[in-house]
């Protein structure tokens, strides 16, 4: 009996796919070699032949010099969120250096109930001193609707506060290293381990994902008071203070399964059903991450089941065939939280797909993406943690 060969190609047609994962053309600043493999297969494979040992005595002489350079109680700045990323680089910094961080949030006023027990459990399990910044839920509300016109995403605050505040922490208390999780090398498709593209300074956080200096966000609604914030410290603070940042993820081999059942098991970290994925542990703090990765879809035609599942290809955990199935179940799904972000921005969605219309990336224009809707979903598990406590407590 002859074995069934599939002929199952997936994705979306007429657009063209990394010949051995499941990364299209429609990704950001994404390249591909004469044979077609993207750039972050390409540095998959510049994994296998790094040494690892070298690179984290390269970390460590790095942590000893940030220490002696410090003028502070703490030796480095560690920004956390809670999630999975967040506990490993506390495990490295904490456990393996014997280090001091000081912890750094940016909140995004979307935490869930899971990424609230986690980011809390990261600082009583690492005996982390935390500091953290909330803006207003109405400014929330007022930037999301501004960041989809302004850049096609829903969290334009996210994206810059996660880089401006950790800065201004680290110039104010005049601690020079700061210590990232995991490296833009890693599966960002623009650089590879060999050859890093883009390194952390100043306006890192600007050129990979707000895209938008805080002033460009000003408009009749938002002020220059309300995007305060969000400004970075200037260059020259910057300098004098001889501030800068790393990734760990380009000092210790990166391996987000090993990594989270590690944190699991050792630290109590959990993980938490997702929306627009298969997998169950990236973004878990955010109840909006299903909105972020919809609209990447309508933009760009994928979204974070695509990237799990390019990651699973190369770990040999997924055949592409089995990627593709996923992707097309997942991706395409209208995430419950939408309903909420509409309502807390003062938009249509109508008025949200004719903008993610005109974002669309060009390869896309004239193809209709597929959208599935799940009606099984609670409008309870879409609002904010702190949201829901409140008005627990105003009912009782």
């Known amino acids: 009996m002859k074995k069934k060969v599939s002929n199952f190609t997936g994705g979306i047609k007429g657009i063209r796919y990394c010949n051995r994962c499941c990364f299209p053309a429609t990704m950001d600043d994404i390249s591909f070699d004469k044979l077609g493999i993207c750039k972050s297969c390409q540095s998959s494979e510049d994994k296998m032949s790094i040494d690892w040992k070298q690179r984290e005595k390269k970390f460590r002489k790095l942590v000893d010099i940030a220490k002696k350079k410090s003028k502070s109680n703490y030796d480095c700045v560690l920004p956390i969120s809670g999630g999975k990323d967040s506990f490993f680089q506390a495990h490295i910094l904490v456990k393996k250096y014997g280090l001091k961080p000081l912890a750094v949030t940016f909140s995004h006023n979307w935490y869930t109930e899971v990424g609230v027990y986690n980011l809390h459990r990261c600082l009583e399990v690492f005996n982390l001193d935390h500091n953290q910044f909330t803006p207003a839920r109405k400014l929330v509300n007022k930037l999301a609707k501004k960041s989809i016109s302004a850049i096609g995403d829903s969290c334009w605050h996210c994206h810059s506060g996660v880089g401006a505040f950790p800065l201004q922490i680290a110039t104010k208390f005049n601690i020079p290293l700061l210590v990232w999780g995991e490296s833009v090398s890693e599966n960002d498709g623009r650089g590879r381990y060999s050859s890093p593209k883009i390194k952390f300074d100043r306006d890192y956080f600007t050129k990979v994902s707000a895209k938008l200096t805080p002033n460009k966000m000003v408009d009749k609604n938002i002020s220059k008071k309300d995007v305060q914030p969000f400004q970075l410290p200037s260059k020259e603070e910057i300098n004098s203070k001889g501030v800068f940042g790393i990734h760990i993820g380009d000092y210790f081999f990166w391996d987000d ?63 592409r065939d089995e990627a593709f199935n996923l992707i097309d179940h997942f991706d395409t799904e209208k995430p419950g939280a939408l309903e909420y972000f509409l309502k807390t921005t003062g938009m249509s969605e109508n008025d949200l797909i004719g903008i993610m219309r005109k974002k669309k990336h060009k390869l896309l224009k004239s193809i209709k993406l597929k959208i599935k809707i799940n009606k099984k979903k609670k409008k309870e598990d879409f609002l904010p943690f702190y949201e829901k406590l409140i008005k627990k407590h105003l009912r009782s």
């Open 257 to 319: 399964e090993r990594q989270v059942e590690f944190i699991k098991k050792e630290y109590g970290w959990k993980e938490t059903k997702m929306e627009g994925t298969y997998k169950r542990y990236k973004s878990v703090e955010c109840v909006m991450s299903g909105v972020h990765d919809y609209l990447c879809y309508l933009k760009r035609g994928f979204g974070r089941s695509t990237w799990q599942a390019a990651v699973d290809i190369r770990n040999g955990i997924l055949s």
